[in-house]
């Protein structure tokens, strides 16, 4: 699989604990869109660069006031998790075909928080073949394996992941023609005495060399539909046309 399923985001897992701590939790603002419509597909050669991605994820303009962009914090080694999710699921990594990578700021806003990536791919055998492995019946189960592990690891010795489940559901979820699966992830965690729970809302879109996602997650008050369906339309309208 590629650099694509990545449910939740770990480094701000300690973040996000200290401020449920102070704060209550707030709901994003934003204004109720319409109904998305079908998308067309244009394509470009050669493909997608990291600035040309850079403009097709989550953009300061796609949110309402109140929400504050933070430097995104990319794993170290972004390309491990796929190839032990591909492990997982007996399939191939697409990694090796990898183009370029492009990451949002993480916009904060109270105890929520929205990030995304986009990767381009030299062939168009990739998407479908990400596409397929991240929608079949298998593939929640090896979600859940891979980021548990990696949740375990990045709490240290002061935090203990106490549950962790995924759901993924293929289709678009009733959002934009590009939509392949929304997964949706909870963990239940202790961090120095205290047990939060963090929410995560995982959104995949395709084009026939990118993929991207986009990640809701909170801890207590989730992110307003209003705001994730203008976030969606945004970037599926990106996505859409950049390849």
Not at 83 to 111: E, R, W
Not at 130 to 156: H, I, M, P, Y
Request: hydrophobic share 40%; aromatic share 4%.
């Amino acid at each position: 699989m590629s650099l694509l399923p990545r449910l939740t985001i770990p480094h701000l897992l300690v973040g996000l604990a200290g401020v449920a701590l102070l704060a209550s939790g707030c709901s994003g603002g934003g204004n109720k869109v319409g109904s998305p419509t079908t998308l067309p597909v244009a394509t470009t050669v050669p493909p997608p660069g990291r600035v040309q991605l850079a403009m097709i994820v989550v953009q300061p303009s796609d949110l309402p006031t109140g929400w504050t962009a933070t430097p995104a914090k990319p794993a170290p080694n972004p390309e491990a998790e796929p190839k032990a999710f591909a492990q997982c699921m007996g399939t191939t990594s697409s990694a090796a075909d990898l183009v370029a990578i492009a990451y949002s700021p993480d916009y904060v806003h109270g105890t929520q928080v929205v990030s995304s990536s986009a990767t381009s791919f030299r062939t168009r055998a990739d998407v479908p073949a990400d596409t397929a492995t991240l929608t079949s019946a298998k593939a929640a189960s090896c979600l859940e394996e891979v980021d548990k592990a990696r949740l375990g690891a990045e709490l240290g010795a002061g935090g203990v992941v106490k549950s962790y489940s995924v759901k993924v559901t293929p289709g678009t979820g009733g959002g934009a023609a590009n939509i392949v699966a929304i997964a949706t992830a909870t963990a239940t965690y202790s961090e120095n005495g205290h047990s939060l729970t963090l929410n995560d809302e995982t959104v995949y879109l395709v084009a026939p060399r990118i993929e991207a996602r986009i990640d809701f997650s909170s801890v207590g008050t989730t992110v307003s539909d209003a705001t994730r369906l203008a976030v969606e339309n945004q970037v599926a309208q990106r996505v859409a046309f950049g390849s």
